[in-house]
């Protein structure tokens, strides 16, 4: 993952790397000057009570350029890393998305919204999580090298010191890492739990207040809360015993180069000057040592993350499109040829359905809730594909025509409506081309909206809110059946899309779909007779299988089922 | 959002979170301790180097020895002491953190309906979630360092000082300017780092839109629009990060410079003391040993200053959420329990109008009841218990509130609802809830079983009782055509069910929950006619003896009824049974029943 993260940012990389290298170095130069400084400076100043301004003011030069150095080395790793992860993952988070929208709702289906929008942010941020210390780490390593070499060149007893101790920092991080990363992950865990019964408890906080439920949600939610609570302690812990070890190793290092260092002192292997640098290089190492220890603990969570973004980006079952288009230019034909469907493992949703919507003729769906009509609804414009059988329009199998062509040609209105946060044109014209103002306006009156929108602060560009909040239900589904009839589909399939809006109302649409020069086959999902009288024919529905077809007077006469469904309000007004 | 300063909202979390409180002094002492024995080491420096290696007889190992020694037991000390530290504050932290969570939860639940909706649902996820976490990231990485760096710069500057208070004064002195510069962008950083967190909101809200709108976005063909759409929404991300990261980079180097003025000013002003025997070899190393402890708190100070602030802002973030009062609150305690039996309704007055001005994020101006339409205009009306009344009545006419008003979900602007002759603000939300049930036309399902939803309502229900209720209510074959029966998983939000079997299920849920005054609005919206009939024929059957308001589009549920109110523009206009309300003259019923015989017969 980080071989694929350098490949895809080499350049950043390299600066970063570099950066990050001069600084390690640049920490050594500096405690070699404060060695030499103490050594040949301080002490024969002391010793001889004077000093000249000359070596004071080269000594001020030397520290000061170090300094300038450093930062401009700061800025090299700090401003590459950055980059290089905020690139990354932006990248990413583009490549992530992009998957969403090519993949198929049944796609869709199987994934939590939660699920699909950490992907998209939070696993992807885990994932390059490393990136910004990387090159960090990458300096240290050479840091370190640098520091083992110029020790052996000092003194050889005291860099035994440092390669004692540099390897026991390093184990001790590993050890750290391994001990750590199930706790993270199960930390990590917690918290997406918490926030999937947040998310979910606030969807249904209406059924809960109207059910008095709080105290119970509280107490189901208050389960995960102290279970996330533990995982963070015992993470606590577990850095409690390790971030003061290490703090305090490099310190162990010092004295035991003050000791031994006497000892050579002593013995006339090294000089003052030299027993400064060396201690004051263990201070000052011991930190950027630890950039090493985040890198590896990061590791894990990365993983986790990567391994999450790519099952997105590698998932398959994409809906394929071919390149035809739909010949002709009036209403289509749409038939359904033996077309069964089931959802994994479920039972069949639809067995072996055949009809016919013939082009500019209306087809009224009619059967008991969960006989398979949305889901006829939903294969006829190919938001999926059937486990069996053939759809086609005009002739042309389904998965043969192009996107274009298909989105072109038919339209559905769904039974619950959705609406983006934007505004009233943008909901109806969704940017398409061929939409002008005029065409959203009639589209706006077909579905009898024109009247509400003209009431909104700002008509048509008024702001509707997530979801659509400020609108109510009629309104959401006109505005969605507006969306439909703006585009001009010519096969229109409507999926009980007037469910919320009230009678008089629907009959005022149903009349003005009726008057529109019959230039679209419709579809229609109902259950009220004025829309099924609407219907040159009627398919009758029954647990996913089509019993009769027919006009309304002819089921009538012969479907039992059928009459009993279409007649229940008049059999319950004589009872 | 308020713009309190830190400190303030410091204080107010403080004193919302009292577990975070005992044992402070504890943590703070150990930290100190835990930092006395980081300048161990560079006064043992200095000890070493001018009691032993400078020693009047040549080096002297044995002093060094026993310097060393002492040194080492104090390293101990103070690595047991931060081991303590770190475990305290992480388990009084997260103690406070979780209860603030669970707290801040009940909160929202408890809010009004009106606050709930006036909020993007995501951002009250977020106060329990995201806003939470931060404070807790910031403690366990940030908040540690912090607290350590700010010991260790008050034991390093006391233990300089007590070195040589001319070399202290020239350190503080060299870091004067990066600290000016530090506090200076201070105000940059904070206004970028609120850039990002904002930018952050509308990738997630475009990410949302994508992920939810799916089906909308391919079936129209417009994935090239939402794709443009997340890639600027996704580069204006990454370009603010990129502009944030650039600040925080130049604020922090200058505490570099300041590391390099200061190292080469001790060097000077010592070298030059030193000479006149104000200071030895020792002290003076001692203090470019301290120099460095001193930076390094400063430099870290000035990174972690950004997570503190962004901690801070989650903080107010969920303080600001709990200062707000519900405004349909539960009288608890003071609070009745309805009157035992059936219920009445009595509207006395009854106005109400919803918050107007425009959209506000914030919920206290978002409630102002100033302005906004009437929706429902001195409604005056009684209804008797045990009888079934339908409301019916155009779109936006105010039928469901009236219904929101009948179960308290939302409160009048203007005069009373009184329940069995109780006033409803009276009446303790255990009995409400439990006696009034409303199923609204959105009947939402939990992702788990049909049956675990429908005991969402009544935990205590066997297997039996709940298929005794469905047969009850003559869905006994629907149920039965149910892949695993009543072990189906209904999936998020029961979209594996189609829209007219979550109001099924939704119902049934209710119908367990056994109320006496039961609202249903629109209920049964998308349910074929014929289940919906059976289910009318089955409550009547089952309700003898409870209070039923139903909402209807389908004028079948009026034509049932005993009564029918019908709501024209927020007033009602008619009342009374089906068959006089035809009749009588210039009757808005009778058209409403026009159009529904077109439409159905």
Redesign the interface.
Known sequence: MLGQAIRTEPRLFVVSSIGSSLFGLLIIANSYVVGFVTGHIVVPAFAAGSVSTASLAGVVAILVGISGLRVASIFGRRLGAGYMQFRLQARYRRAVTRRYLSLPPSWHQRHATGTLLSNANSDVEAAFGPIAPLPFAVGTIVMIFGAVITLFLTDWVLALVGVALFPTLFALNLAYSRRMAPRQIHAQQMRAKVSAVAHESFDGALVVKTMGREADESRRFGVFVSELRDALVSVGRLRGIFDPLMDSLPSVGTLAVLLIGTWRLQSGAINVSELVSVAFLFTVLAFPVRAIGWVIGELPRSVAGWERVQAVLSATGDLEYGDAGVPGTGPAELRFEQVSYRYAEGPAVLDEVTFTVPAGKTVALVGATGSGKSTIASLAIRLVDPGSGSIALDGVKLPDLSAVALAGAAALVPQIPFVFDDTVRGNISLDRPEITDDGVRQALRLAQADRFVGGLPQELDTQVGERGTSLSGGQRQRITLARALAGRPRLLVLDDATSAVDPRVEAAILGALRDRDANTSVLVVAYRRATIALADEVVYLHRGRVVATGTHLELMAAEPGYRDLVTAYEKAEQR | MTDEGTVATIRRGLALSPELRPGMAGTIGLALL?MA??V??PI??QQ??DK??NAPG????GI??T??VL??LA??I??????????R???VS??A??AL??RT??H???LS?LH??SE??GS??SR??SDV?QI?QFL?TGG?QLLLASGQLIVSTVVMAIYSWQLTIVVLLAFGPAILVIRLFQNRLAAVYRTVRER?GV???A?????????????????G???MR??SA??D??SA??KA??TS?TS??SG??G???A??GV??A???I??DGGL??GQ??AF??LV?LFI?PVQIATDMLNEAQNAVAGWRRILDVLDVEPDVADPDDQGVPLQAGPLSVTFKNVSFRYPGGP?SNHPTTALNRTKGPLVLDDVDLEIPARTKVAVV????SGKTTFAKLL?R?MDPAEGEVLLGGVPLTSVR??S???RV???????????ATVAENIR??E?DLTDDQLRTAFVELGLAD?LS?L?QGLETPV???G???????RQ?V?LV?AYV?DPDLLVLD?AT?????????RL??ALDLVTRGRTTVAIA????TA??ADEVLVVDAGRVVQRGPHARLLAEEGSIYA??YA??L????
């Open positions: 835990q024995g980081r161990a080491v043992a420096i070493g180097i032993g290696i040549g080096p002297n190992p060094v020895l310097i060393v040194t080492l390293l101990v103070s690595t047991v002491c931060g081991y303590l530290m770190t475990r504050l992480f388990t997260e103690t953190l979780g969570r669970s939860f009940r929202i639940h408890d309906m709930q909706q993007r649902r009250m996820v329990v979630t976490d807790s366990q540690i952050t990738m997630l809200g990410v949302a839109e994508s992920v939810v709108g799916a089906t909308v976005i391919r079936s129209y063909g417009v994935a629009r939402t794709g997340l890639d996704i580069d991300l990454r990060q990129q990261l650039k980079v922090f180097s570099e410079i590391a390099g003025l190292l080469a060097v000077v010592g070298t030059l030193g000479i030895t070899v003076l190393t470019l040993f460095t390094q959209p009545g155009e779109t936006g179960t979900l939300f255990s409400l809830r439990s049930v409303m199923v609204p036309q959105d009947g939402f399902l939990f992702d969402f309502a935990p629907w055509g892949p999936g998020e939000r979209e594996a069910l189609s829209v007219g079997e099924l939704a849920r929950a629109e919206s998308a349910v074929d006619p014929a289940t919906e009939v009318q024929h589009h389908r004028l079948s034509q049932a058209k409403l159009s529904w077109e439409q159905t017969r």
